[in-house]
């Protein structure tokens, strides 16, 4: 059984996406071991509480980084999570934190990478005129929005889009491409050829 | 009648395509009015002369920037061209240039800028990795690769592709996307907002 901890720090849409997953066989042989938060009250807590998941509030407030990571770390290793999944952790990990868990951490960005990182993205490629928007699937490096990318979906943007509008079409994609992500991940099937996520062997090609 | 000017370096693809266009109507009421090049001896001058076009080479060793730009703009001013269209042509344009074309020279390039702007843009993608490519339709200013969008095409990325395989898939979308965006900058239906290319008045919201 692979065994998967998430980040979040709000609603944890894509944790639930991720879940129903594991739940329906799109991840088949897979759990979620542990839900983490670094902010208590969220609703993606309460939501992993209802579906008798382990899930932690791990205070930020008054503590160091390094004190904060230690516990992060320490309550996924005791977890024995093979992945750790941010389902909009709001909150840069720091490098001992990516250290602990060398290609094993995944984000969602909603855009197609490198363009438009950091905040506000889908207003960022509104505001820049994209026509074609999108999500991304990547490794987590110690850079923002970064490391290596795993899966990619356009989003036509349409006219009439508001940040509202595009922003729900593209969590639409998100919440089908994470959890495939995962499943490409966890197969072993692929592997990091430079910054390219490809078959391994040849095997798919 | 709307008139199109040319430019290109080498054998322009981009200009047969959009010739095609005005040939079968894709392009209604649209005429290639002069075909300029700053390299002589290169496919896209005899492809355009064996059309019956106006094709001219405007040599650039030995002049000032200004000489050979004051050159290229009394060629497509006495051609009245309404809109010029770079295709493969390989020199950033000067200000002076782009003043003299305000919002009328469209130009494509084979990423889906923001992302990978400049030269070998597809190998760029590929090493970065990512897994959706594509083309851009947008208006020169005076940055290279940086003005108003009008249309974007998505291109899926391949585990097997190369900046070959890559190239020619979305060359392709170039040849499709080129030909609709100058008949939505002809059609007069739309205006810039911003960074944002839009139908004028809420005509097709």
Same mark, same amino acid.
């Given at each position: 059984?692979?065994?998967?901890?998430?980040?979040?720090?709000?609603?944890?849409?894509?944790?639930?996406?991720?879940?129903?997953?594991?739940?329906?066989?799109?991840?088949?042989?897979?759990?979620?071991?542990? /839900?983490?938060?670094?902010?208590?009250?969220?609703?993606?807590?309460?939501?992993?509480?209802?579906?008798?998941?382990?899930?932690?509030?791990?205070?930020?407030?008054?503590?160091?980084?390094?004190?904060?990571?230690?516990?992060?770390?320490?309550?996924?290793?005791?977890?024995?999570?093979?992945?750790?999944?941010?389902?909009?952790?709001?909150?840069?990990?720091?490098?001992?934190?990516?250290?602990?868990?060398?290609?094993?951490?995944?984000?969602?960005?909603?855009?197609?990478?490198?363009?438009?990182?950091?905040?506000?993205?889908?207003?960022?490629?509104?505001?820049?005129?994209?026509? /074609?928007?999108?999500?991304?699937?990547?490794?987590?490096?110690?850079?923002?929005?970064?490391?290596?990318?795993?899966?990619?979906?356009?989003?036509?943007?349409?006219?009439?889009?508001?940040?509202?509008?595009?922003?729900?079409?593209?969590?639409?994609?998100?919440?089908?491409?994470?959890?495939?992500?995962?499943?490409?991940?966890?197969?072993?099937?692929?592997?990091?050829?430079?910054?390219?996520?490809?078959?391994?062997?040849?095997?798919?090609?």
């Amino acid at each position: 059984m692979h065994r998967l901890g998430i980040l979040l720090s709000g609603r944890g849409s894509n944790f639930l996406a991720i879940h129903q997953a594991t739940e329906t066989g799109l991840l088949p042989d897979t759990e979620i071991a542990v /839900v983490l938060s670094n902010k208590s009250d969220v609703p993606g807590l309460a939501a992993a509480r209802e579906r008798g998941l382990p899930a932690h509030h791990i205070p930020v407030a008054g503590r160091t980084p390094a004190e904060r990571d230690l516990e992060f770390i320490q309550r996924l290793q005791q977890a024995e999570v093979d992945l750790v999944c941010l389902a909009g952790y709001m909150r840069l990990l720091s490098p001992g934190f990516v250290a602990a868990f060398p290609n094993r951490i995944l984000n969602v960005h909603p855009s197609l990478l490198p363009s438009f990182p950091g905040l506000d993205a889908q207003r960022q490629a509104l505001e820049f005129g994209v026509k /074609v928007a999108g999500c991304t699937v990547h490794f987590v490096d110690e850079h923002l929005d970064h490391g290596v990318i795993i899966l990619q979906r356009a989003v036509e943007v349409r006219d009439d889009d508001t940040a509202e509008t595009l922003s729900a079409r593209i969590l639409v994609e998100e919440h089908k491409a994470y959890p495939e992500a995962i499943a490409r991940v966890l197969s072993d099937r692929y592997h990091v050829e430079g910054r390219r996520f490809l078959p391994r062997g040849g095997d798919l090609r």
